[in-house]
């Protein structure tokens, strides 16, 4: 069993930046791959990007390329998620997600565990 808490969200304006976390806690966060989604109200749940166990491989939407990087500590049992060049339409409640078995998928119906969420708002 995993449980995850993601933190960092907040408000900032067009342009800026804001830092996701996610802790994890349980036995072998090394083995998960691990996601970040986002949901706007009245929308469906969105893949943003998602890292491998050991953080070779790495998968970003076309939306997040080049503005976003997710990495991951092991030895914090932590995923991060750098978001820069923040747009209107990123706000969301971002959710990270922890998937068994090593490698990353673009899909949440492949990811086991879920965190709660943290509110991103990005005003123009």
């Known amino acids: 069993q995993v449980q995850l808490v993601e933190s960092g969200g907040g408000s900032v304006q067009a342009g800026g930046s804001l830092r996701l976390s996610c802790a994890a806690s349980?036995?072998?966060?090394?083995?998960?791959?691990m996601g970040w989604f986002r949901q706007a109200p009245g929308k469906e749940r969105e893949f943003v990007t998602a890292?491998?166990?050991?953080?070779?491989?790495?998968y970003y939407s076309d939306s997040a390329k080049g503005r976003f990087t997710i990495s991951r500590d092991n030895a914090k049992n932590t995923v991060y998620l750098q978001m820069n060049g923040l747009r209107p339409e990123d706000t969301a409640v971002y959710l990270c997600?922890?998937?068994?078995?090593?490698?990353?998928?673009?899909?949440?119906?492949?990811?086991?565990?879920w965190g709660q969420g943290t509110q991103v708002t990005v005003s123009s």
């Open positions: 997600a922890a998937k068994e078995y090593y490698s990353a998928s673009y899909a949440a119906f492949d990811y086991d565990y």
């Open positions: 349980g036995r072998s966060f090394s083995t998960y791959a």
């Open positions: 890292i491998n166990w050991s953080g070779s491989d790495l």
